[in-house]
């Protein structure tokens, strides 16, 4: 990844903690932070579980006594005051806040309450510490946003999904097929309780979030195939089971995504309050298999799914996308959004050698 020279918020060398860094996502972000010469120290819920792939297959050459990564025990995000004795122990120069509860549990109490919970649990943390400058949360385009099939949108920094919340506060019975709305809420309303926090407290930090669509690419590790990570493996390896459970939508490439994380963190021109939507193009599985079948010819892939038909019209408004691209210029180089073509092949490619 390109480590182009650049003002920034935090000099090099600075200590940036990172929730959920078993998480897709989190990887390729601490991955760029590490080459850029950052520290990094990962949150982790158990030690004995998640050190080892971390540290010596993932990172190693970044960890180690003297390394720039290491890692922290918090078995209980929801406890309050579970990030106090982390932040008082590391002193951060910035917090990017990954970790989310996956489970898709229909009942808002048992998500988006915890959600909530965390998020005020660690900016109180935060809030605490002079040393924090930008504090960075991996919200979703769920936060903005439930697709629809052929309903143009046009989405910008204020678009809120209040149908989600509507929806997911709504009486029970909690049905599963509320699961999705309950978690777009939890991200609607994490993303709305962090905004409010430094409205009403004015920390000594920004605020800013990146809300991205279903995000796709290369894997760094063979844990992250459990997961969105390892989707188009699923369609490759024709496994229509797990490949059409994918709601529509549009993709985003991880790599891009962790760029966006990088410039929220460092970039003196990503202002408090941000909000950074991360939308590349529309795709279904049938998409997806019309690549995989240009890029191997010899290979024999599933037909197309029925259910997957339709696209998804949303984009991000011309004024924020604009932004974005400048901002992936700026701290990568690459013009312009990787495409799913490229992903695609790139996913193929990374997961060749787990």
């Not at 038909?309 to 701290?331: P, T, V, Y």
Request: proline content about 7%; some cysteine.
């Amino acid at each position: 990844m390109a480590t182009h020279q650049h003002p920034t918020a935090i000099p090099a060398g600075s200590l940036i903690l990172i929730t959920g860094i078993t998480s897709y996502v989190a990887s390729f972000t601490a991955q760029s932070l590490l080459e850029r010469g950052y520290r990094v120290k990962g949150v982790v819920r158990n030690l004995a579980q998640d050190s080892a792939w971390l540290t010596e297959e993932l990172f190693p050459s970044f960890a180690g006594p003297d390394g720039t990564f290491d890692l922290v025990e918090i078995p209980d995000l929801t406890i309050p005051g579970a990030f106090d004795a982390v932040f008082g122990e590391s002193r951060p120069s910035a917090v990017i806040h990954t970790a989310t509860p996956m489970t898709f549990d229909p009942d808002p109490n048992k998500v988006i309450t915890p959600v909530v919970d965390i998020m005020s649990s660690l900016l109180r943390a935060a809030a605490s510490m002079s040393s924090i400058k930008r504090f960075v949360y991996t919200s979703s385009i769920g936060a903005a946003y439930s697709p629809q099939v052929g309903v143009p949108a046009v989405l910008t920094r204020d678009s809120w999904n209040e149908d989600a919340v509507e929806a997911a506060w709504a009486p029970p019975p909690y049905t599963p097929a509320r699961g999705g709305k309950v978690y777009a809420a939890s991200k609607v309303e994490a993303e709305r309780a962090m905004f409010r926090f430094a409205e009403d407290t004015k920390p000594g930090f920004a605020v800013i979030s990146v809300d991205p669509f279903f995000i796709l690419g290369a894997v760094l590790h063979r844990r992250h195939l459990q997961g969105s990570g390892g989707w188009i493996r699923n369609v490759y390896n024709g496994e229509p089971r797990v490949s059409g459970v994918l709601p529509f939508g549009c993709q985003v490439n991880v790599q891009d995504v962790a760029a966006l994380h990088v410039a929220a963190v460092l970039d003196p021109d990503v202002q408090s309050g941000d909000r950074l939507l991360a939308a590349a193009e529309p795709f279904n599985v049938n998409v997806v298999l019309a690549i995989l079948r240009r890029q191997h010819p010899d290979r024999q892939f599933m037909e197309d799914l029925p259910s997957s038909q339709g696209l998804c019209l949303a984009s991000i408004g011309n004024e924020d996308n604009d932004r974005l691209l400048g901002l992936l210029r700026k701290w990568t180089g690459r013009e312009g959004w990787i495409s799913l073509e490229q992903g695609v092949r790139e996913a193929i490619r990374s997961m060749e050698g787990l």
